[in-house]
């Protein structure tokens, strides 16, 4: 198995926790977003989207970090990362999909890019845009966890898919200087999961193409 990668792409980030979670072996190919790899026609032949990440398996390409998820999930059962009951697997998306579809869209690399070249943003402004989404969906996520978390995790008692999703998007926000005592269960998750080897393994810094 193979993972196209990019240390400081949250999306990516996830994906390693996952695999980190369920014990997968796996090969890292880093792509450097900063110097903009993505957009050679060599890799743009393994994801026409020009992003990270990749998995590779048994000659098949995935993309899409949600779907390489639900991917590994259904090709290792054990250690799961969506509770059996179907009401609590939706609930466990939902709390996903508020950082994966309401607040990384708007703040991945390429948007920062967009809004310096065409609208001359400067980088404090770009600063400023990334922090008023991650504050509007982190107030939001704190509020639903508060019915489900156990105070390390974010729903039950284990590391899931809404955890996996969480720990990379807190990292950008440190990263971003965004104020985390506003969201106490948030941070008290995120001291609780970099515990864990499976997420400390997967942080930015321990990749071998972190700079």
Known sequence: MKLYTYYRSSAAYRV???????????????VNL???EEELESYKQINPQSMV???EHNGNLFFQSMA?????EE???????LPVNRIERAQVRALSNIIACDIHPLNN???????????????????????????????????HIEHFTDGQFCFSRKP???????IPQVYNARRFEVDMSQYPLISGIEKHCLTLDAF????????PDAV
């Open 16 to 30: 390693r926790i996952a695999l980190n979670l369920k014990g997968i072996e796996h090969q890292q190919v880093a």
């Open 34 to 36: 900063f110097t903009r």
């Open 53 to 55: 990440p990749v998995l």
């Open 68 to 72: 390489i998820l639900e991917y590994l």
């Open 75 to 81: 090709l290792h059962s054990e250690n799961p990362i």
């Open 109 to 143: 690399l390429r948007i920062l890019k967009y809004l310096g070249d065409k609208f001359n943003a400067s980088e404090e402004g770009q600063a400023d845009w990334y922090r008023h989404w991650i504050e509007q969906g982190f107030q939001a996520f704190e509020d």
């Open 160 to 166: 899931g898919m809404a955890d996996i999703l969480l």
């Open 200 to 207: 400390a393994r997967a942080q930015p810094e321990n990749q």
